[in-house]
């Protein structure tokens, strides 16, 4: 029965710190410094004679209405709401870029090894594409044993910024290292006269968008972090230890 | 307004406004005697106040914030005995100065009401 209420405490408490979290205007190191508050006050009041469920509600109802501490933690905090509100579409269009770049990495690789070796390009097709599985399977393989870590690191606005970067580089410098069928578009009837200018500046376009894009993206990852940052007192850790 | 006031008086209990307009001086002089937590902070206020004083006791962290943006506190975090991380605020030097203002205002306003009192017992 003792066990069964300490549980009981113990999801209650998370169940409010994830609504907390939900509402995008509380910091990580707000929602610690409520939660001991909690812990405080339903230590004070359990020592009275209460028991734990009785605590947990009276605590809960002398914190406040969730509504009313995410209203006032708002004024204080304009800036993180609105970063921590972008967050999850940036890692959106980051997703996108990722998987646009590693699509185009992948057909690159599949040329420069055709082209490198004896072997028929749908057989690195298929290589490819199996190693692509295996790697999808394997995070989900990991994820689902160790929690949601690994899913969480990897959509990472860093990891996602270094990931394309890293993608576009490889791939760049393999497009310089394999013959591209050209097509000649003078045959084909194209009125655009100045077609490999204009192809060039969309080129340049998609650079900037995309430099902005993850410049940004590492602007409010910063932001996040900072505003989220609890620096402990070293000296007080260390005696701890 | 004056209405909501007098009904709070009678009633024995302090108007929110005079608590919200009062709440920065009360937190500055707390934390000018040693530096202490949320929990804490709200305990002395309490305890010093006879229970007059009471707020949803989470409303109590953006004040300190606001106060830490202006200056006028500090914040470290540190681990309490129990283990669970705390995060202790001090009065700084421009706190020092903002309670020595605040002081001062109170002071006139106290003189100002009581001298209206004298000479108008009616409205006491």
């Known amino acids: ?14 169940n409010w710190k994830s609504i907390l979290t ?37 605590a809960k109802k002398r914190i406040g209405k969730t509504d009313d501490i995410c209203l006032e933690f708002d004024k204080v905090n304009n800036g993180f709401s609105f970063v921590n509100k972008a967050i999850p579409y940036l890692k959106g269009a980051l997703i996108c870029v990722l998987f646009i770049i590693l699509s185009k990495l992948f057909s690159v690789k599949s040329l420069f090894f055709s082209q490198n070796s004896n072997i028929n390009i749908t057989i690195i097709f298929v290589i490819l594409f199996v190693f692509a599985l295996i790697s999808i399977f394997s995070i989900i393989y990991f994820n689902s044993k160790y929690g949601k870590q690994i899913i969480n690191k990897l959509c990472n606005v860093n990891v996602l910024v270094t990931l394309i970067i890293t993608s576009s580089v490889i791939t760049y410098r393999l497009r310089g290292q394999i013959v591209l069928p050209r097509i000649d578009i003078t045959q084909i009837g194209n009125p655009i006269t100045n077609y490999f200018a204009m192809e060039f500046n969309f080129e340049i376009y998609k650079i900037l968008s995309g430099f902005i894009l993850m410049t940004t993206s590492l602007i409010f990852f910063w932001r996040h972090k900072k505003y989220n940052k609890i620096s402990t007192s070293y000296d007080d850790y260390k005696s701890r230890l | 307004m004056y209405v909501c006031v007098l009904n709070d008086y009678q009633m024995g209990k302090l108007s929110k406004e005079l608590i919200g307009a009062s709440t920065t001086s009360i937190i500055l002089s707390i934390l000018t005697k040693n530096k202490s937590y949320g929990y804490e902070i709200i305990q002395n206020i309490k305890e010093i106040s006879g229970g007059e004083i009471e707020f949803g006791e989470g409303t109590l962290y953006p004040v300190l914030h606001k106060l830490e943006k202006k200056g006028l506190i500090q914040s470290s975090w540190k681990i309490a005995e129990s283990g669970r991380k705390r995060k202790y605020y001090r009065i700084s030097s421009e706190g020092g100065k903002e309670l020595k203002i605040e002081k001062q205002n109170w002071n006139t306003m106290n003189q100002i009401i009581t001298k209206i009192w004298k000479i108008e017992p009616s409205l006491v």
């Open chain 1, 22 to 58: 939900k509402k995008n205007n509380l910091t990580k190191s707000n929602i610690i410094e409520l939660e001991n508050h909690l812990l405080d006050l339903i230590d004070d009041l359990e020592s009275k004679g209460l028991s734990k469920e009785e605590s947990f509600l009276i």
């Open chain 1, 1 to 14: 029965m003792e066990n069964r209420a300490e549980f009981s405490l113990k999801s209650n408490i998370q």
